[in-house]
């Protein structure tokens, strides 16, 4: 006997499909029907698994979020375990930027694996040093920027391009310069911004840190 | 005789009809049958306007930017400047958070006011001792965390709660000092991580310039 063509159908699979369509098609998202047809099965059997659309976004941030603590090694230094996550964080969603703007308001299930990254990294802050509000603060603050850079990776890269624009010239010049820095080095203009953004944000939290402990 | 109800069409109404249409609808977004509909004009006639969804969004784009430009204020301290900026640039995306995602990847129109204002701080980073290529890293930086800042500031401020889960102490913890400090402060969650993220971001830039002067 043949093996099935798909997978038994789970909450995980349906997730999974549900994020390819979203990768495909980065304007119009997916209806339910959409996701029964790519899984070859029926919308009803889709409520087995899943309660509804929320759900299935739900699940999509489980995944990504497993990708995110899988890839984000540890480090005992809280600003290096934050670079790392920062970084893992930044790739998961770059590769899946329509997620961005749903998930960053979705609320987070109980038991969700993010809500356990959080605990690491406010146990991790809190030891350091952070008080246990600002702790809350510095996780939120790297996340937002992360999210941002997300979608800065996502998009065309020639976006910004001024082309012949005449009237812009310091925009223009700087935006060149950026480019072939980027082309030299054998990275994305993006991922300049990325890390001049985040290793100034993680100095300047030293520094707070510093001189709240002074 | 009687003024007609709505403005004469142009493509600014259009763009300020649509971002309404977005904002009832985050999840939807709008098509150009329903923006006809608003404006109580034949689809055909939007057409003489705009070519496209594209350009709708254009507007839309431009439409933000001029507020931003007329709320940051200028000063002679780039870190200043680019503080003020990111101020007035948060609030404008946080009152239209569904624009975040699809501006943030579409491409800049020529003459676009966006153009001019990444003009004028790109002249005061570079005057002020940035490099070309950095100048326009520094830009996109800290608009990469302005608008990851503003998707987290138009959540929903419980989102993060961890409810009456007991495994993650310390992010629970975390998440009810943030708001009990917030609360004291007369301020939301979101708006003490900008605040902490933006103070960071800009000491750790100050602290790059220095080194590189030195």
Redesign the interface.
């Known amino acids: 006997m043949g093996r099935p063509r798909v997978g038994v159908l789970s909450r995980r699979l349906i997730g999974e499909t549900a994020l390819r369509l979203l990768d495909d098609d980065r304007d119009t998202g997916f209806r339910m029907s959409d996701l029964a047809r790519a899984l070859g099965v029926r919308v009803s059997s889709l409520y087995n698994h899943v309660e509804n659309k929320t759900a299935v976004f739900a699940e999509i941030r489980e995944i990504l979020a497993e990708r995110i603590n899988g890839e984000a090694a540890p480090d005992p230094r809280w600003d290096r375990a934050l670079h790392n996550w920062a970084h893992a964080y930044r790739a998961a969603f770059a590769a899946h ?2 997620t ?2 749903y998930l ?5 299930d ?2 969700s694996t993010v ?2 990254a ?2 690491q990294l ?2 991790q802050l ?1 030891d350091a040093g952070w ?19 997300a ?2 990776a ?3 890269q ?6 012949d ?1 005449t ?9 060149i ?2 480019r ?2 980027a082309a030299a080095e054998g990275v994305t ?2 991922d ?3 890390a ?2 985040l ?7 030293r ?2 840190l510093e001189r709240a402990a002074a």
Chains 1, 2 share one sequence.
Not at 133 to 147: D, K, P, Q, R, T
Not at 158 to 163: K, N
């Open positions: 930027p329509s961005v703007a960053s308001a979705l609320p987070l109980p038991h809500g356990t959080y605990d406010a146990s809190q008080s246990t509000a600002e702790s809350m603060s510095v996780i939120v603050a790297v996340e937002s920027f992360v999210l941002g850079s979608l800065d996502s998009a065309p020639d976006m910004l391009d001024p082309g624009r009237d812009v010239p310091r925009f223009a010049g700087a935006y310069a950026r072939e820095l203009p993006a300049l911004a990325f001049l953004g290793d100034a944000l993680l100095e300047g939290l520094l707070r």
